[in-house]
C-alpha cells in the first residue's frame, strides 16, 4: 500500500516562508511518478498548485504559485517538497501532494492526507 505523508504546514505571518514536505513509503518507486502539490481552501475547489515530472527536469505552477513557490523532490528521499515565499492569507488552504502515474497497462493515483497552511497576523 503506497502512502504519501505530507508535513511542515503551519501558521505562519503574511509575507513569510514554509516548506512542505512529502514522503512516498518504501517500495514504491517514486521516480516513476509525476508528483503533484493541491490545495483546498475552505468553501473552495481542490485547485492544482505546482507539478513536476519524476525526472525532476519538468515543473509547472499555477498562476497564483508562479514566482512566489518552489516544488522539488529527492528521489533518493522519496520526498517531494513545496518552497512557499511571500505567503498572504489567499494561500491558506489544506495542501496536499499527489503521486501521479499513467502506464501503457493503467494508471496510478495516490493522495495523501494534507496538511494545513494558515496565513494569519
Known amino acids: 500500500q503506497v502512502q504519501l505523508v505530507e508535513s511542515g504546514g503551519g501558521l505562519v505571518q503574511p509575507g513569510g516562508s514554509l516548506r512542505l514536505s512529502c514522503l512516498a513509503s518504501?517500495?514504491?518507486?517514486?521516480?516513476?511518478?509525476?508528483m503533484q502539490w493541491y490545495r483546498q481552501a475552505p468553501g473552495k475547489e481542490r485547485e492544482l498548485v505546482a507539478g513536476?515530472?519524476?525526472?525532476?527536469?519538468?515543473?509547472n505552477y499555477s498562476s497564483s504559485a508562479k514566482g512566489r513557490f518552489t516544488i522539488s523532490r529527492d528521489n533518493n528521499k522519496n520526498t517531494a517538497y513545496l518552497a512557499m515565499s511571500s505567503l498572504n492569507r489567499e494561500d491558506t488552504a489544506v495542501y496536499y501532494c499527489?503521486?501521479?502515474?499513467?502506464?501503457?497497462?493503467?494508471?496510478?493515483?495516490?493522495w495523501g492526507q494534507g496538511t494545513q497552511v494558515t496565513v494569519s497576523s
Open positions: 513536476i515530472s519524476g525526472g525532476g527536469t519538468r515543473t
Open positions: 499527489r503521486a501521479h502515474r499513467v502506464a501503457t497497462w493503467g494508471e496510478y493515483d495516490y
Open positions: 518504501s517500495g514504491f518507486t517514486f521516480s516513476l511518478y509525476d
